[in-house]
C-alpha cells in the first residue's frame, strides 16, 4: 500500500509504532521495521544521549530497514541533555524523529539539516496548524480514545481526524484506537496517510515487557482504563489497577487543591516495575481504549501481515462490493 507516509519514511506500510516509556526498545523497534513498518525507540527510556546511541546501534545490527527515534520535549525545569540526544539521533544515522510534548521548533534545524523527517504528536487541530507551520514534516494526530495523553479537548476520532484532513497540508497519520485492517482502512478514509499504534503492539511477542502486561491488555475491555491528573491539565489515559483508583480518590478528596507532589507514589519512576517486573500494581501506565480490540499476543509481523490482508481485503470485496452494487 502506498500512501504520503510509506513515501516519506521509505517504509512498505502505513503503520507507525508509537514512542512508549519503558516499550520502545530496540527489538520492538526492529521487529516492526522488518515487517515493513516504521520502528520507533523511545529516546528517554535512555537516561542519558550515550545510552540512546547504543540503543540505535542495537537496532541497526537488527535490521537494516528504515526506524525513527521518539524524542519527547518534557516542560520541566531541569531538562534533559536534548542537544545530546539530538547529536546521538544525527550520528545513528537516523532519518526519522516523532516529536512529543513542547513545541520542537527550536530543534527543527539541527533535524532537517541532517535529513531527518520529523513527525510531531498532536492532540487537537490547533497543535497540528502550529506543528506544520513550525517546519514538520507530518504530524501524528491523537484522538481522545488513545493512551497515554490525549491532551484536554476530549475530541475523538471520528471527528478529529476529518477536522485535521480539512485543515492541513502536510500529511498526517491516525493515533488512538488503532488495532487492525478496520482502523487503517477507516484512518484512510478519514482523510489520514497511516495509523501510528501503540497499546496494540505491546501485546506482541518482540515487545520486551513482561508477560504480565501483555495479558493485562488482552484481559481488558474498552471500559477498563481512566483519566488521571485532569485537574493538573496533564490528563493521561492508564489501565484501571489499584493504584488508579487511589489517584483518583486523592483527586476527588484534594479537589483545587491537589498539587503533583500529592501523586508522586502513583506515578514517578513506576514504569520499571510495571513494564520489566510486571508488578501490575506498582503505578498508573498509559493504555489506551483499543484495548478493547486486542485478544490476542502475534509476533509483530503476523499482526502486521493481518492487519493488511483484512485492510486490502476490506478496501477491494466490503468497500468495491458496495460501491458497484
Not at 520507533?40 to 540512546?52: H, V
Not at 546511541?53 to 535490521?63: G, K, P, Q, V
Not at 531541569?78 to 527550536?106: F, L
Request: with cysteine.
Amino acid at each position: 500500500m502506498k500512501t504520503k507516509i510509506t513515501e516519506m519514511f521509505g517504509i512498505e506500510h502505513p503503520i507507525i509504532q508509537g514512542g512508549m516509556h519503558f516499550v520502545g526498545f530496540a527489538e520492538l523497534a526492529a521487529a516492526v521495521s522488518n515487517a515493513g513498518g516504521l520502528g520507533l525507540i523511545t529516546g528517554l527510556t535512555q537516561r542519558t544521549p550515550e545510552l540512546l546511541a547504543n540503543e540505535i546501534r542495537r537496532c541497526r545490527e537488527m535490521t537494516n530497514k528504515p526506524f525513527g527515534v521518539n524524542l519527547t520535549f518534557l516542560p520541566t525545569v531541569s531538562s534533559p541533555d536534548y542537544p545530546g540526544y539530538i547529536r546521538a539521533i544525527i550520528d545513528g544515522g537516523v532519518k526519522a524523529v516523532e516529536t512529543a510534548g513542547n513545541n520542537p521548533q527550536k530543534w527543527m534545524p539541527m533535524l532537517h539539516e541532517a535529513g531527518i523527517k520529523v513527525i510531531h504528536k498532536c492532540t487537537s487541530v490547533r497543535h497540528a496548524l502550529k506543528a506544520e507551520a513550525i517546519g514538520c514534516d507530518a504530524v501524528s494526530v491523537d484522538g481522545f480514545e488513545c493512551g497515554g495523553h490525549p491532551g484536554e479537548d476530549d475530541v475523538p476520532n471520528f471527528i478529529l481526524l476529518p477536522r485535521a484532513a480539512e485543515s492541513l497540508k502536510i500529511p498526517f497519520v491516525a493515533s488512538g484506537g488503532m488495532a487492525d485492517g478496520r482502523s487503517l482502512v477507516a484512518a484512510l478514509a478519514l482523510g489520514a496517510d497511516g495509523m501510528n499504534m501503540g497499546t496494540r503492539f505491546i501485546a506482541t511477542k518482540e515487545a520486551p515487557v513482561h508477560e504480565n502486561v501483555k495479558q493485562a491488555i488482552v484481559a481488558a475491555s474498552e471500559l477498563d482504563t481512566r483519566l488521571v491528573m485532569r485537574p493538573l491539565r496533564n490528563t493521561e489515559r492508564v489501565l484501571r489497577n489499584s493504584a488508579t483508583d487511589r489517584l483518583l480518590a486523592k483527586e476527588v478528596a484534594l479537589g483545587a487543591n491537589l498539587k503533583f507532589d500529592d501523586i508522586m507514589e502513583e506515578v514517578a519512576g513506576v514504569y520499571p516495575r510495571i513494564m520489566q517486573q510486571g508488578d501490575m500494581e506498582a503505578g498508573v501506565w498509559s493504555c489506551g481504549m483499543v484495548a478493547g480490540l486486542i485478544h490476542d499476543i502475534p509476533s509483530v509481523k503476523e499482526l502486521i501481515d493481518r492487519i493488511m490482508l483484512q485492510a486490502e481485503e476490506i478496501i477491494r470485496q466490503r468497500l468495491s462490493g458496495m460501491a458497484n452494487a
